[in-house]
């Protein structure tokens, strides 16, 4: 069992500029398969600059260690 002492500190995304998100998109494009006409490429790099931000305000959300997720309660 890992005790939240013993955890290593979770590490925070670099910000991504336009250089970086640039650089994601160039390298996933060949991995995920699907082909980018070079016109979309200035919208795909928005979207994952967005998506990164989005995800900086999850990861600075403080959560204790001992919160659990609400229950789901179906019909």
Do not use: C, K
Request: no cysteine.
């Amino acid at each position: 069992m890992t005790t939240p002492s013993s955890r290593p500190a979770p590490s925070r995304p670099l910000p991504l500029d336009d250089e970086s998100a640039g650089a994601v998109v160039d390298a996933m494009v060949p991995l995920v398969g699907i082909p980018m006409a070079p016109e979309w490429r200035g919208t795909v790099t928005a979207a994952v600059q967005a998506t990164a931000a989005a995800a900086a305000l999850l990861l600075d959300f403080p959560l204790d260690d001992t919160v659990e997720p609400a229950p789901v309660f179906r019909a």
